[in-house]
C-alpha cells in the first residue's frame, strides 16, 4: 500500500515536471512584436536595469525565456536584450535587413515605389502573395515588400 502511493506521487510528480517544461518550450522560439509608439528594451529582466536600446512598434523578436512578467528576446541582428510582457503582442511582422529596400504599390516588381526603408524598419504583415507581404508602418504608410529585404 505504501509503495503504491509512492509511485502515484512520482507518478503525478513527472506529469507536473512535463507540463512545466513544456509550457517553458512553447514560449521559447515563439515570435512576438512590439506593440507601443517607442519601447525600451533592457540589459536584465526590470526596471533597475539599464536600457540597451528602445525599439519601435512592430518591432519582431523571437522569446528564448521567459522570467516572471519578463521576456528575454533576440532580434534580426541576434542581439539579445529584455522586455516588458505588457510591451508585445502576438502580430505578424517583418523588419528590413537590407538599405533602401523599394516598398511598392503592389506585389511585384513592374509595380511602383511609394518609398524606400532603411534597415532595421519594422512593419506590421497584413497579407502574403507569393514571396511578397502586404506591410504597414507604424506611421501608417502601406505596401508590398519582397520576402528576401525582410527578417
Not at 525599439?55 to 536584450?81: G, H, M, R, S, T
Not at 509595380?111 to 502573395?129: E, H, M, N, R
Amino acid at each position: 500500500m505504501k509503495h503504491s502511493r509512492f509511485i502515484k506521487y512520482k507518478i503525478i510528480g513527472i506529469v507536473i515536471l512535463c507540463f512545466l517544461f513544456s509550457s517553458v518550450y512553447t514560449i521559447a522560439n515563439e515570435r512576438r512584436c512590439i506593440n507601443k509608439t517607442i519601447a525600451n528594451v533592457r540589459s536584465g529582466p526590470g526596471t533597475d536595469y539599464d536600457i540597451k536600446w528602445k525599439v519601435e512598434k512592430y518591432y519582431p523578436i523571437i522569446i528564448l525565456k521567459k522570467q516572471e512578467e519578463w521576456y528575454q528576446f533576440e532580434d534580426f541582428e541576434k542581439d539579445n536584450a529584455w522586455v516588458h510582457e505588457s510591451l508585445l503582442e502576438k502580430e505578424d511582422s517583418i523588419i528590413t535587413i537590407k538599405n533602401d529596400c523599394n516598398v511598392r504599390s503592389g506585389p511585384g516588381t513592374d509595380f511602383k515605389i511609394v518609398f524606400k526603408a532603411s534597415k532595421g524598419v519594422p512593419f506590421k504583415v497584413l497579407d502574403k502573395k507569393e514571396s511578397w507581404y502586404k506591410v504597414k508602418h507604424a506611421d501608417g504608410d502601406q505596401g508590398w515588400i519582397h520576402k528576401t529585404l525582410v527578417w
